[in-house]
């Protein structure tokens, strides 16, 4: 069987992830059920980027759609009003398992069943704390953005002084969670350990998934300026220095 990665197709994702994502699904024979869901934060317009929207559009998915911000959330109610499956959230999802904003406290207050299909992960933060607070929901597939510009074999996680979590990092959580990764596309796709027979993925990448990361990522013109960044100047500095501005911004806003 082909690597998954032969099958990336752009509909309204930014890295392929629509085409695998379709071809994992018919794989495991989820396309055909009569009542499919997928989750996604922070989904900005429903639309823009999207890993599910294909499957809400095309395939008939219901969707719980998450976005904290209000600008951002009231296009996505204007997609919602034109696409009836999804159920708009206007709500920062917390890594704090305790908040009342955390991932199953927010899902629990719509019909998303406790074993649905598609959870798609980007916050640009604390994605993996989020996906790891996630204990009573078992999506069968799990899409998380991750900090592609760290190689294989470091582990991080996001904090506020270092930015983003590793692929090796979201790899191990994946495991003890019960899931294979898939494919990488700068995304990490994950699937259920039980359903594993029905991907017929090679076994090397199962016992190896280091073979699936895709090294490109480590050349990206902006990987490359923050690795020379943290060279000259220590990470914390620089995220003291973006803070600022952003505060400035605000009091211009």
């Not at 969670?177 to 594993?196: A, D």
Request: positive net charge; contains cysteine.
């Amino acid at each position: 069987m082909s690597n998954l990665n032969d099958y990336k197709k752009n509909i309204y994702s930014q890295n392929g992830e629509d085409g695998i994502i379709i071809e994992i699904l018919k794989r495991l024979k989820l396309l055909n059920k009569k009542s499919k869901w997928a989750c996604e934060f922070g989904a900005w317009d429903g639309i823009r980027g999207s890993n599910t929207f294909n499957l809400i559009k095309n395939y008939s998915f219901n969707g719980v759609y998450i976005e904290g911000d209000k600008k951002k959330f009231s296009l996505l109610t204007k997609t919602s009003e034109k696409f009836k499956k999804i159920i708009p959230l206007n709500m920062f999802v917390s890594h704090k398992k305790k908040s009342n904003f955390s991932l199953e406290k927010i899902l629990k207050k719509t019909k998303i069943p406790k074993k649905f299909e598609v959870l798609s992960i980007d916050i640009d933060s604390y994605d993996l704390s989020v996906w790891q607070s996630l204990k009573r929901y078992d999506p069968q597939v799990v899409i998380i953005e991750i900090n592609s510009g760290i190689e294989p074999g470091i582990l991080q996680k996001n904090s506020y002084k270092k930015r983003g979590n590793s692929f090796t990092s979201t790899v191990r959580v994946g495991l003890k969670k019960g899931y294979f990764l898939v494919s990488h596309t700068g995304n990490c796709i994950f699937v259920k350990k039980n359903l594993m027979n029905k991907l017929k993925i090679e076994k090397k990448f199962i016992s190896n998934p280091n073979l699936l990361f895709d090294s490109q990522w480590l050349f990206k013109k902006e990987n490359v300026i923050k690795l020379l960044l943290k060279k000259i100047v220590p990470i914390y500095v620089i995220n003291f220095i973006r803070n600022i501005k952003h505060t400035i911004n605000l009091k211009f806003i």
